[in-house]
């Protein structure tokens, strides 16, 4: 009986450290995604933002900000299971270089860019996708 309940002691004292852990790491994955993706969203939401009166903006843009931190969490969680704690590092360490920085400052217009790109490709498709549709 003390053998168990010295097991469950020692366990009860370990899983606060798993939890910080993983506390830590999905905090990292998080600022990845925040220096990544963060941007991307911002720019893909912009047409949404729009659509909204122009008097409704600034409060739908503070709920907007504040449901991605849910957003980031849910996606932190697929960073996590793709990538290790010390593959995190690296990458952060990667975006703390100039180079990084640079990625991360021209992000914003890459995706713009790429956006329209994009749509103009998906309007050339249309004839080809018609001519199998039928």
């Known amino acids: 009986m003390k053998k168990i309940i010295l097991c469950l002691g020692i366990l009860a004292i370990s899983i606060p450290s798993v939890a910080q852990e993983a506390t830590s790491f999905e905090q990292k994955a998080v600022k990845l995604i925040k220096?990544?993706?963060?941007?991307?969203?911002?720019?893909?939401?912009?047409?949404?933002?729009?659509?909204?009166?122009?008097?409704?903006?600034?409060?739908?843009?503070?709920?907007?900000?504040?449901?991605?931190?849910?957003?980031y969490t849910k996606m932190a969680a697929v960073y996590t299971e793709s990538f290790t704690e010390?593959?995190?590092?690296?990458?952060?360490?990667?975006?703390?270089?100039?180079?990084?920085?640079?990625?991360?400052?021209?992000?914003?217009?890459?995706?713009?860019?790429?956006?329209?790109?994009?749509q103009a490709w998906g309007m050339e498709l249309q004839p080809l996708m018609a001519k199998y549709m039928n």
């Open 86 to 118: 010390d593959e995190l590092d690296k990458i952060l360490a990667f975006y703390a270089t100039p180079v990084g920085e640079k990625m991360v400052a021209v992000t914003p217009e890459l995706t713009k860019k790429g956006m329209e790109i994009g």
């Open 35 to 71: 220096l990544t993706a963060g941007q991307q969203f911002e720019i893909m939401t912009e047409p949404i933002i729009e659509m909204v009166p122009q008097e409704k903006r600034e409060a739908f843009k503070k709920e907007l900000a504040e449901s991605t931190q849910g957003l």
